[in-house]
């Protein structure tokens, strides 16, 4: 399966507006975002988890990233409320599931294979500061390597944010909205910027806050190189 695989190009989806697709397990559904793969698969999806619902025990070979954007996710690491920001590096394992429910942001096999840093972050214990470059933004730092940077990123009401992507660059919107290329972005609205891409994005009157990753795309992605 191809969905929005041509990295190339400005690709935007707005998944709260589409349906709910069911994956291999009970109770797990998903809004698929972009995709290069079956089930295998180099993948960025919403998936919301059933009260009660929860996956196989599994490894991850080429890695997973998440953010919690509403109820618990659980695993045998602990529960990790909405807000919290999670990478899963390339073989390790868990067993996920929820008892409330919950719904994630997620991307798979989209990892350096030599990466083994484990990352927890409960952002709403962390403070945002403002952007030294950009007064009308203020950031929370969550990971950066030589591969990527991660970020959530608070942008003022009614103000405009020019987003730059020598690398690439993508953004969801977490609380808010913003209009870019005519568009208004909500919750779980989703931008890809392709590598040397550029966007204007105006805040709405509530201002946004978003997730953002930048600096990923420099080479073009490739399908999963195992199963």
Excluded at 12 to 24: E, L, T, Y
Excluded at 193 to 201: D, N
Aim: contains cysteine; hydrophobic residues 40%.
């Amino acid at each position: 399966m191809e969905l929005n695989a041509d990295f190339s190009k400005r690709a935007a989806v707005h998944a709260a507006k589409i349906p709910w697709k069911p994956s291999p397990m009970p109770g797990v559904d998903r809004r698929m975002l972009d995709r290069i793969g079956d089930e295998v698969a180099r993948a960025t999806s919403i998936v919301r988890y059933a009260p009660e619902s929860s996956f196989s025990p599994h490894v991850h070979t080429g890695g997973e990233e998440f953010f919690v954007l509403d109820g618990v996710f659980q695993d045998e690491h602990g529960d990790f409320p909405a807000g919290s920001y999670i990478r899963n590096p390339p073989q390790s394992s868990h067993t996920p599931g929820s008892a409330p429910g919950c719904t994630i942001f997620v991307k798979l096999w989209q990892f350096d294979l030599t990466d083994r840093t484990h990352v927890r972050i409960d952002t709403n214990k962390m403070p945002f500061i403002v952007d030294p470059d950009r007064s009308n933004v203020e950031i929370m730092p969550l990971f950066k390597d030589a591969h990527e940077e991660v970020f959530l990123e608070i942008w003022q009401p009614v103000s405009r944010v020019r987003l730059d992507a020598p690398n690439g660059l993508e953004v969801l919107v977490l609380e808010g909205s913003f209009i870019e290329s005519g568009e208004t972005f909500e919750p779980q609205s989703w931008l890809r910027l392709p590598k040397g891409g550029t966007a204007e994005a105006e805040a709405g009157p509530a201002g946004a806050r978003v997730w953002i990753k930048r600096n990923h795309l420099a080479e073009p992605p490739m399908p999963p190189a195992a199963g």
